[in-house]
């Protein structure tokens, strides 16, 4: 199902370097990513891109970052600063993808690649040491702005212009912010646990901490 209103706006990659933290330190983070036209996607994410921190990114499970680029407006209105093209760390900024719209499962071709939406991004400190915004992260768990992670179902190349077609639909239809909530917001609802484990393509790290979750309810 192609929508013509989702376009990329932004496709980037980069490996980790060091990166000032805005507080006097240097620090190797992946976040700096850089405009490129086309990149070859695969199983562990894109050519030529990387992470810093293997126990909190990537993986399989979390292949490619995604993030709407209707937020960035909304905070550059809340800060009063222009941010850079990429400046969540993310690899496709795209239009008309916003969280509470996709969900946990839904399949999309990008260009000749296919990605599986897999869980919402859990921002870290190394977004606000990196925009020099201290607040941005704690306005980004509270707005649910905060992106989505993907698998990738079939490799392939990206290119800035290549089109953005919805395969399917997950039936269970559990909204990135609907997770999100859950993840960080509503930790003892019970039912709503159920209904993001009952996605089988959640992503296995979000699955084991959401078991582990049901069973300190049910003790």
Same mark, same amino acid.
């Given at each position: 199902?192609?929508?013509?209103?989702?376009?990329?706006?932004?496709?980037?990659?980069?490996?980790?370097?060091?990166?000032?933290?805005?507080?006097?330190?240097?620090?190797?983070?992946?976040?700096?990513?850089?405009?490129?036209?086309?990149?070859?996607?695969?199983?562990?994410?894109?050519?030529?891109?990387?992470?810093?921190?293997?126990?909190?990114?990537?993986?399989?499970?979390?292949?490619?970052?995604?993030?709407?680029?209707?937020?960035?407006?909304?905070?550059?209105?809340?800060?009063?600063?222009?941010?850079?093209?990429?400046?969540?760390?993310?690899?496709?900024?795209?239009?008309?993808?916003?969280?509470?719209?996709?969900?946990?499962?839904? #399949?999309?071709?990008?260009?000749?690649?296919?990605?599986?939406?897999?869980?919402?991004? #859990?921002?870290? +400190?190394?977004? +606000?040491?990196?925009?020099?915004?201290?607040?941005?992260?704690?306005?980004?768990?509270?707005?649910?702005?905060?992106?989505?992670? +993907?698998?990738?179902?079939?490799?392939?190349?990206?290119?800035?212009?290549?089109?953005?077609?919805?395969?399917?639909?997950?039936?269970?239809?559990?909204?990135?912010?609907?997770?999100?909530?859950?993840?960080?917001?509503?930790?003892?609802?019970?039912?709503?646990?159920?209904?993001?484990?009952?996605?089988?393509?959640?992503?296995?790290?979000?699955?084991?901490?959401?078991?582990?979750?049901?069973?300190?309810?049910?003790?």
């Amino acid at each position: 199902m192609r929508n013509n209103n989702q376009k990329i706006m932004n496709l980037a990659i980069g490996l980790p370097k060091k990166m000032d933290d805005n507080q006097g330190k240097e620090m190797t983070t992946g976040i700096c990513k850089i405009k490129v036209e086309e990149a070859v996607l695969t199983k562990n994410g894109f050519l030529n891109d990387g992470v810093a921190d293997l126990k909190h990114h990537g993986g399989p499970d979390r292949a490619v970052c995604v993030y709407p680029f209707e937020h960035y407006s909304f905070w550059q209105q809340e800060f009063g600063v222009q941010l850079p093209s990429a400046a969540f760390g993310e690899n496709l900024t795209v239009t008309h993808m916003l969280e509470g719209d996709v969900c946990i499962g839904d #399949i999309y071709q990008i260009g000749e690649a296919v990605i599986q939406i897999t869980q919402s991004r #859990i921002p870290c +400190s190394t977004i +606000s040491k990196r925009t020099g915004l201290p607040n941005l992260l704690k306005k980004m768990v509270e707005t649910g702005f905060t992106g989505y992670l +993907s698998r990738v179902l079939k490799e392939g190349t990206i290119r800035k212009n290549s089109d953005i077609v919805l395969i399917k639909r997950h039936p269970k239809r559990c909204s990135v912010l609907f997770s999100h909530q859950i993840y960080l917001h509503k930790p003892n609802d019970i039912d709503g646990i159920k209904r993001l484990l009952a996605v089988k393509e959640l992503a296995d790290e979000w699955r084991k901490k959401m078991n582990k979750r049901i069973k300190r309810l049910n003790a």
